[in-house]
C-alpha cells in the first residue's frame, strides 16, 4: 500500500473545507491526513486497524483512516477532531463531559474515542452504556479503564449542566492540559517533526540470536533518497546505554552479534518518501541463525552459554531479603501452603509507538521525543555521543502512555546520531510491530512459594524464591531483583520471613520498568496463597488478611517500622461492605445458575514510593517577574497521570494564591531542573514535596519583603502583588527589584530527596520513606464448560494520603485495574508471534466492567500536605483478586498468568469439572 507510484490528486471536504492532495495510488487517507493536510490530530497507533486511534468521519460514519484508502475519500466529506471541536454541537458537550470525567488521561485515543462518539450521538443523544460500549468497541485505550469514558459519553447531553469542580488542593479539578487533549491540540512525539524533515529508519534483526556481517554499505548510502547509513561504528562516545550504574549493557547498535530479535544492527536516513518505500529486506546485512535460550529453565541449565561472559550461569543479578528463621516457622507452623506460579511477557502497549524528531542547533543537539525521564535522556545522549550535557537539550512532547517502557531510551539515540551526521532535522516513528519487538516488557516470574499459618490464623513464616526472565539486557531488572524481596510478603506482619529473587538472561527483549516493578507478580503469588491458607484454616479470606495486616508501629520484613501512616487495615475495612453484599449475591447466582458460577475474591497490596534505597531527588524552581508574573518550572513528565495538575495544585497551595495565578513552564532540560523520572509513583510524593518546599520559600520572600507575618494573604492582581496582613494592605512593588539573568525579581529553587538508608546483606534498612496501600475486590463469573473468566464488578479501595485530585485518583484506579485484568486473563506477549494488537490482547471497552472507588486517606508523614503516591500500587492487587474470585467460585487454583481459557478449562478439568 506504501510503495512509491505517480502522484494522483484527490480532492474531498475536510472539516467542511475543500481540499486537494496529491498522493500515491493506494496511500492510506491517515498518511494524507497528517503528512500532507497538517490534520495532526489524527493519530497513528498500530496502522493496522486494530487500536482505532486514527478514526474519522467519512460521510458520517466512523472509519479507521489507516485502513483506507485517500482515493477513496475523494468527493466525499471527512471529519476530524479538530475541526469537530470547533463548533459541531455533540462535540462541543463531549468536549465539556469528557474534561468533567477526565475521560482523557495521556490522550493519543481521545481523537478517536470523541469522533467515534459524536457519529453515535448523532444517531443517539442520549444512549446507554451498551450502546456507548458497542459504538466505542474499535478504539483502544490504555490509561483510562474505560470507564471514565462510558461516564462521559452517557452524560454527554448533560453537558450544559455540568459545574466545573475548584481548583484548589483537595478538589476533583479538571486537567489543566485537559482541553488541549478533548480538541486534538495536544503533540505527541510524531506531531512536531518540521516540514522536509529526513527520516530515519532501524535495521533490525530478525532472530533472537545470531552472528551478522554487513555488505557494501557505501553503495547503499549512495542510493538516491539515501542520506546516510549508521552503523556502531558512526558512535563517537560509548556505544551502550542502560538506567543503572553498573548494568550499561545494551548497544545502541550490536556490532557483530545480536541477542534478541528485534535488536538495531543499523539505520538508515533518508527523505521521507524514499524511506516510506524502504524494504529492510534489501538492507546489505548476512544472518548467522544461533541457538536461542528463550526461557529461565533454558538459561540455568548446566553448560548454557552465557549471554554476557561476565555474568555467570546467566544470572545478572538478585535480591534478598530475611528476617527471624523461616524454615523454623513454617517447620512449626499448624497449616503450610505452597506453590509454584508462572507469569508471561506483559507488553505495555501504549496507543503512541515511540517517536521525536532531532536537530542540531548552533553546535547543540535538541531532541524531542516521547519520554518519561528528561534527565536520564540527556545524561544517556551525552555518553552515547561523547559530548558534555550542556551541549544537549531534551525538549519533550506530550506522552502516549509510558507506564515504565519510556523511562528507557528509543528513539532518542539514532535521532541524536542521525542528526550530528547529516546536521539536518531528522524524524523517527517506531511502527508497532517495531515497538512491540524492541522496547522492555515485564519480567516473566517462575515462583516458588511456602507459607505458614498457627490453628488460629497468625501468620507463621514465609518463603519466596523468584527467578525472573530480564531478557537480553540489564534495563530494570535490577531494580525488580531488589523490589521485589521488599514487597513479596505483602503488607502484612510477618517476623519469619526469607525471600530471593534472581534476574536471569536469555534471548529475548530486554525485561524493565512496568507499573509495579515486579511486585504484581509476587502478589499474584503470595495473596492466592494466603486464600488457599485461610481455608485450610477455616477463615474467612478478609478476616485472615485483618488479623495479620501490618499496622502502625509493627516492623516491615526489612525491619522498617513506621509510627503512622499504614493504611492496608483500613482498606482492608472498607471492603467490608461489599464483601459482604458480594458473597450474599454470588450464593444466589449460583443456586439459580448451572454452568456458570460466580465468586468473590479479596487482595491486599503495597508499594514503596521511589527507589529502593537510593537518592531519588527532585528539584523545582519558581519565580516572581517584575511584572508581577507567577511561574513555576514544571520538570515532571506527564504521561497520562495527571502530574501536570497534581504539582500545580500543591504549589499554588504552599504559595498561597489560587492555581489560576500559576503560569507553568513545562519540562525542558534548558529551562526546568530535573525532576527526576515520572516512575515508582514517586512525583506526587517526590516532586510534589520539591513544588511544596518551591513554593514556601517563594512564599517566605515575598511575606519577608512585605514584612508580613506567615499567616498573611498573598494576593496576585492585574500584575500587581498585595499581601493582606490582619487589617494591613501592603503592596509589593517587584519593578523596584533588579532582575536576575531569567527575568526574576524573586526566585527559589528547591530539592526535596526522601529520607532513605541502605539495606544490609539481609536486605534490613530502609528502602522507602513510605509506602501506598491497596486492598481490591472481585466479582467474577466462570464459565465451567468454556474456561472463560469474566469479572462482573471491582471494588478498590485505596489509601492515598491525601488525594491531592479526588478525580485522577479514579482514573489512576480505574486504568490500573484496566491493565491489572489484562494481566491476569489475557496479555502474553510471546517473541516472534504476538508482536502487534491484533495478536497480542489488551482490555477493550467491554473487557472492564463497573469500578467502584473507595478513597482513604491515613495521612503519610513524608508526603505533601500527607499525600502518597498511588500509579503503580493499582495494579498490584487486581490479578489475584480476580484469581481469588475463581477459586471461591469453583476451589480451582491458578497459578499461571494469564488465565486464559485455555488454562482455566484445564485447570477445571483437572479438578474434576466435566
Known amino acids: 500500500m506504501d510503495k512509491v507510484a505517480t502522484s494522483q490528486v484527490t480532492g474531498f471536504t475536510l472539516n467542511n473545507a475543500p481540499v486537494q492532495v496529491a498522493a500515491r495510488p493506494g496511500e492510506r487517507l491517515s498518511q494524507a491526513l497528517r503528512e500532507r493536510l497538517g490534520a495532526r490530530d489524527v493519530k497513528i497507533g498500530c496502522n493496522a486497524g486494530d487500536c482505532g486511534a486514527c478514526t474519522v468521519l467519512v460521510d458520517g460514519a466512523p472509519v479507521c483512516a489507516c485502513l483506507m484508502p485517500v482515493q477513496q475519500a475523494a468527493g466525499r466529506r471527512v471529519e476530524t477532531l479538530a475541526g469537530l471541536a470547533q463548533g459541531d454541537p455533540d462535540a462541543l458537550r463531549l468536549k465539556e463531559s469528557f474534561q468533567h470525567h477526565q475521560a482523557a488521561q495521556c490522550g493519543i485515543c481521545t481523537p478517536g474515542m470523541m469522533v467515534s462518539a459524536v457519529a453515535l450521538l448523532r444517531a443517539e443523544p442520549q444512549p446507554d452504556v451498551a450502546q456507548v460500549q458497542d459504538a466505542l468497541g474499535g478504539v483502544l485505550c490504555r490509561c483510562t479503564g474505560y470507564r471514565k469514558i462510558i461516564d462521559a459519553v452517557v452524560g454527554a447531553h448533560a453537558a450544559d449542566t455540568l459545574q466545573e469542580a475548584a481548583q484548589e488542593l483537595g478538589a476533583p479539578a479538571r486537567r489543566f492540559d485537559g482541553k488541549a487533549k478533548v480538541e486534538g491540540r495536544d503533540l505527541f512525539g510524531d506531531d512536531v517533526a518540521p516540514e522536509g524533515a529526513l527520516v530515519a529508519r532501524v535495521i533490525r534483526s530478525p532472530y533472537p540470536h545470531a552472528r551478522f556481517s554487513f555488505g557494501d554499505l557505501s553503495a547503499f548510502a549512495a542510493r538516491a533518497g539515501v542520506e546516510a547509513v549508521l552503523t556502531a561504528a558512526d558512535v563517537k562516545g560509548l556505544n551502550a546505554y542502560g538506567v543503572i550504574p553498573g548494568f550499561i549493557d545494551q548497544p545502541v547498535f550490536a556490532v557483530d552479534t545480536v541477542l534478541f530479535r528485534g535488536e538495531a544492527v543499523a539505520c538508515v536516513v533518508g527523505d521521507a518518501?524514499?524511506?516510506?518505500?524502504?524494504?529492510p529486506a534489501d538492507f546489505p546485512v548476512s544472518w548467522e541463525p544461533l541457538d536461542a535460550l528463550m526461557t529461565v529453565p533454558q538459561a540455568l541449565a548446566e553448560g548454557a552459554p552465557l549471554l554476557h561472559s561476565d555474568r555467570p550461569g546467566n544470572i545478572m543479578c538478585g535480591g534478598f531479603v530475611a528476617c527471624g528463621d523461616a524454615e523454623a516457622a513454617l517447620a512449626a507452623a499448624d497449616v503450610v501452603v505452597d506453590g509454584f506460579y508462572e507469569t508471561s511477557f506483559v507488553e505495555h502497549a501504549y496507543i503512541e509507538p515511540e517517536a521525536g524528531w532531532a536537530e542540531v542547533v548552533e553546535g547543540r543537539v535538541v531532541v524531542q521525543a516521547c519520554t518519561q525521564a528528561t534527565g536520564m535522556d540527556r545524561e544517556t545522549l551525552a555518553q552515547v555521543l561523547g559530548i558534555d550535557r550542556a551541549d544537549i537539550r531534551i525538549l519533550p512532547t506530550a506522552v502516549g502512555g509510558g507506564f515504565g517502557s519510556k523511562i528507557d531510551v528509543s528513539v532518542q539515540p539514532f535521532l541524536a546520531l542521525a542528526a550530528l551526521r547529516t546536521g539536518r532535522a531528522v524524524r523517527m516513528c517506531y511502527t508497532r510491530v517495531e515497538s512491540m519487538q524492541s522496547t522492555?516488557?515485564?519480567?516473566?516470574?517462575?515462583?516458588?512459594?511456602?507459607?505458614?499459618?498457627?490453628?488460629?490464623?497468625?501468620?507463621?513464616?514465609?518463603?519466596?524464591?523468584?527467578?525472573?526472565?530480564?531478557?537480553?539486557?540489564?534495563?530494570?531488572?535490577?531494580t525488580v531483583a531488589n523490589r521485589v524481596p521488599v514487597h513479596a510478603s505483602g503488607p502484612y506482619f510477618i517476623r519469619d520471613y526469607r525471600a530471593q529473587s534472581r534476574a536471569v538472561h536469555t534471548h529475548c527483549p530486554p525485561s524493565g520498568a512496568f507499573r509495579g516493578f515486579g511486585v504484581p507478580q509476587s502478589a499474584i503469588a503470595q495473596e492466592t496463597a494466603f486464600d488457599v491458607l485461610a481455608d485450610r484454616l477455616g477463615m474467612d479470606p478478609l478476616e485472615f488478611r485483618l488479623k495479620n495486616a501490618l499496622r502502625d508501629g509493627q516492623p516491615t520484613v526489612c525491619g522498617q517500622v513506621f509510627e503512622q501512616g499504614v493504611g492496608i487495615h483500613a482498606c482492608l475495612e472498607a471492603l467490608k461492605p461489599a464483601y459482604q453484599a458480594a458473597k450474599r449475591a454470588c450464593a444466589v447466582f449460583n443456586a439459580e445458575n448451572d454452568g456458570v458460577r460466580?465468586?468473590?475474591?479479596?487482595?491486599?497490596?503495597?508499594?514503596?514510593?521511589?527507589?529502593?534505597?537510593?537518592?531519588?531527588?527532585?528539584?523545582?524552581?519558581?519565580?516572581?517577574?517584575?511584572d508581577g508574573t507567577l511561574v513555576l518550572h514544571q520538570g515532571a513528565m506527564d504521561i497520562g497521570q495527571g502530574s501536570n495538575t497534581v504539582i500545580v495544585q500543591i504549589f499554588a497551595r504552599a504559595f498561597g494564591v489560587p492555581v489560576a495565578d500559576v503560569t507553568v513552564l513545562?519540562?525542558?532540560?534548558?529551562?526546568t531542573p530535573d525532576a527526576g523520572k515520572t516512575s515508582a509513583s514517586r512525583q506526587t510524593f517526590v516532586s510534589g514535596n520539591a513544588a511544596r518546599l518551591t513554593g514556601e520559600a517563594l512564599r517566605a520572600h515575598v511575606l519577608q519583603l512585605a514584612n508580613a507575618s506567615d499567616g498573611a494573604e498573598i494576593i496576585l492582581n492585574d500584575g500587581h502583588l498585595h499581601v493582606r496582613d490582619a487589617d494591613r494592605v501592603q503592596h509589593v512593588d517587584l519593578s523596584r527589584l533588579e532582575a536576575d539573568p531569567e527575568g526574576y525579581a524573586l526566585k527559589a529553587v528547591k530539592t526535596y530527596d526522601p529520607p532513605v538508608a541502605p539495606m544490609d546483606g539481609n536486605g534490613q534498612g530502609v528502602p522507602y520513606a513510605q509506602f501506598g496501600y491497596a486492598a481490591h475486590l472481585c466479582v467474577a463469573e466462570i464459565d465451567l464448560k468454556l474456561g472463560q473468566v469474566t469479572p462482573v464488578s471491582f471494588t478498590a479501595a485505596h489509601d492515598v494520603g491525601r488525594a491531592i485530585n479526588p478525580l485522577l485518583v479514579e482514573g489512576q484506579v480505574q486504568g490500573g485495574i484496566a491493565q491489572g485484568l489484562g494481566m491476569a486473563l489475557m496479555e502474553e506477549f510471546i517473541p516472534g508471534r504476538t508482536e502487534n494488537l491484533h495478536d497480542y490482547l489488551i482490555p477493550t471497552i467491554g473487557d472492564v466492567p463497573p469500578i467502584e472507588t473507595l478513597i482513604l486517606e491515613i495521612e503519610d508523614a513524608h508526603g505533601p500536605y500527607g499525600a502518597k503516591g498511588l500509579g503503580e500500587h493499582v495494579l498490584i492487587p487486581t490479578a489475584p483478586a480476580i484469581f481469588n474470585a475463581v477459586y471461591n467460585a469453583t476451589g480451582v487454583r491458578l497459578m499461571h498468568a494469564p488465565a486464559t481459557p485455555a488454562?482455566?478449562?484445564?485447570?477445571?478439568?483437572?479438578?474434576?469439572?466435566?
Open 273 to 279: 518518501e524514499t524511506m516510506l518505500a524502504l524494504d
Open 903 to 914: 488454562r482455566v478449562r484445564a485447570a477445571l478439568k483437572e479438578a474434576g469439572y466435566a
Open 440 to 478: 522492555t516488557k515485564r519480567h516473566p516470574a517462575r515462583i516458588d512459594i511456602r507459607v505458614g499459618a498457627k490453628a488460629d490464623g497468625t501468620l507463621a513464616g514465609l518463603s519466596f524464591h523468584g527467578d525472573f526472565n530480564t531478557g537480553s539486557y540489564a534495563s530494570w531488572g535490577p
Open 598 to 626: 460466580r465468586g468473590v475474591g479479596v487482595a491486599g497490596g503495597w508499594y514503596g514510593c521511589g527507589n529502593t534505597s537510593l537518592p531519588n531527588p527532585s528539584t523545582f524552581k519558581a519565580g516572581l517577574r517584575p
Open 666 to 671: 513545562g519540562a525542558d532540560t534548558d529551562i
